[in-house]
C-alpha cells in the first residue's frame, strides 16, 4: 500500500514509517518539523536503506496538501501531525484547537475527496478521564481536563460522524497511552524541541545532568508507592500496532487501546532505569500536577483479539533504549 504518514518526522510517526516501510509499504511523510528535525530523515534512510519522499508542509494547508494528493495516489492515511503538550495547551488553547482540529478536518476533506478511504488517527488515553482502569474501548468517554485532550475527543467525534454519511471511508481511532522508549538502533527516538513534556526525555535528561532533578509530582496517590501508575509502552511496538490497524482494520470506524495493559508507577520506571542503565537520577518530589490522575492502564485485548497485535516490549527494554538513543545522538 502507500501510506500517507502526517508527522511521520515525529516520535510515533518516524517509528511507524520503518515498520510500514520494513513490510513493503510506501511511505510519504508530511511534517512542518515544529516538533522534530529534518535529519530524522537520514535516519530513516540508515535503517531501512530507503528514503521516503518528503513535503515540508503544514497539514492545516489545504492547497498545500491537495497538491500532494494530486501527485500521489494514497491506500491510506495515518495521520499524527499535532501538537502534544498538556500544559502548553492549557497555555495556548486557540493554537492547540486550530491546528489539531484543522489539520484533521483538512485532511479527512480530501481523503473523501481523491477516494483515500483508510484513515488511521492518533488519539489518547486521556478521552477516558478518571475512571477505574483498565480502560476500556466501550466505556463512555469523560470530559477530560486540558485543551489538548479535548481535541483528541473532538477529533474522533468529527472522523465518527464522517465515517457515519461515508460507508466506504474506515476510519480506526487509536487510544495510545504512554509512549517511551527508541528503536533499538539508537538512531531515533523521542527528540522533542524544546524542554520535554513527557516523562522519559525528561529522566534521560537529568540522567545526562542536562537537567538537575527529576520533578515527581505527587507521592500520596493510592497507588503502590504513592506516584502516579501509567501505562507505557515501548514505541516499535506501537508503531507496530499502527502497521496491524491499516492493514487489517474494517470498514467503519474501529477504536483500539494501544497498550499493555500492565501499570508503572513513576517511581518504579525511574528505579527500572536506574537499575538498568546503572546511571542515577535525583527526583524530587513536588506538588501534584493539575488534571493529573492516580492510576490509567489499558485493557489491550481488543487489538489483540481483532488485529493480531499486542505489546511484546518490557519496562526494561523501554528504559534501555530510551538510554541508548539519548547517549548515540546528543
Ligand atoms: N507521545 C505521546 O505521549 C502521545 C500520547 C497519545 C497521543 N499522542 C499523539 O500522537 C501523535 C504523535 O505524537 P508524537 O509523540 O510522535 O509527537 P511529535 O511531536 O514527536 O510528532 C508530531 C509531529 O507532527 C508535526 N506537526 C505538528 N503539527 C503539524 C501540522 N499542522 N502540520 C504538519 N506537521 C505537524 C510535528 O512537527 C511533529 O514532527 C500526536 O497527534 C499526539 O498528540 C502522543
Given amino acids: 500500500m502507500t501510506i500517507l504518514v502526517t508527522g511521520g518526522l515525529g516520535f510515533i510517526g518516524s517509528h511507524t514509517a520503518i515498520e510500514l516501510i520494513e513490510s513493503g509499504h510506501e511511505v510519504i511523510i508530511l511534517d512542518n518539523l515544529i516538533n522534530s528535525k529534518l535529519e ?87 478521552v477516558y478521564g478518571d475512571q477505574i482502569s483498565p480502560m476500556r474501548e466501550d466505556m463512555p468517554l469523560q470530559r477530560t481536563t486540558n485543551p489538548y485532550g479535548e481535541t483528541k475527543a473532538m477529533s474522533e467525534r468529527i472522523l465518527m460522524d464522517t465515517a457515519s454519511v461515508n460507508p466506504d471511508f474506515s476510519v480506526c481511532l487509536l487510544r495510545y497511552f504512554n509512549p517511551v522508549g527508541a528503536h533499538d538502533s539508537g538512531l531515533i527516538g523521542e527528540d522533542p524541541n ?30 503502590i508507592d504513592g506516584s502516579g501508575v501509567r501505562d507505557y509502552i515501548h514505541v516499535v511496538d506501537l508503531a507496530r500496532g499502527h502497521l496491524a490497524a491499516i492493514e487489517k482494520m474494517g470498514p467503519g470506524v474501529s477504536i483500539y487501546n494501544l497498550g499493555t495493559g500492565r501499570g508503572t508507577s513513576v517511581l518504579e520506571l525511574v528505579e527500572a532505569f536506574t537499575r538498568v542503565n546503572n546511571v542515577v537520577v535525583p527526583y524530587e518530589v513536588v506538588a501534584r500536577r493539575d488534571g493529573d490522575i492516580a492510576t490509567s492502564y489499558a485493557d489491550p485485548t481488543k487489538a489483540e483479539e481483532e488485529l493480531g497485535w499486542s505489546a511484546q516490549k518490557d519496562i526494561e527494554d523501554m528504559v534501555g533504549d530510551a538510554w541508548r538513543f539519548e547517549q548515540q545522538n546528543k
Avoid: W
Wanted: overall charge neutral.
Fill in 40 to 126: 530524522v530523515l537520514d535516519k530513516l534512510f540508515e535503517i531501512t536503506g530507503k528514503r521516503p519522499i518528503f513535503y515540508q508542509i503544514d497539514v492545516t494547508q489545504q492547497a498545500a496538501l491537495e497538491e500532494v494528493f494530486q501527485s500521489h495516489r494514497f491506500d491510506g492515511a495515518i495521520h499524527f501531525a499535532g501538537l502534544k503538550a498538556v500544559g502548553e495547551s492549557v497555555a495556548k488553547p486557540l493554537e492547540y484547537y486550530y491546528n489539531n482540529l484543522v489539520s484533521t478536518m483538512v485532511l479527512s476533506k480530501l481523503c473523501l475527496k481523491y477516494g483515500v478511504n483508510k484513515f488511521v488517527f492518533s488519539s489518547s488515553a486521556t
Fill in 194 to 223: 524544546g524542554i520535554p513534556n513527557n516523562l522519559m526525555p525528561f529522566v534521560t535528561k537529568v540522567a545526562k545532568k542536562e537537567l538537575d532533578t527529576l520533578s515527581v509530582f505527587g507521592d500520596d496517590y493510592d497507588t
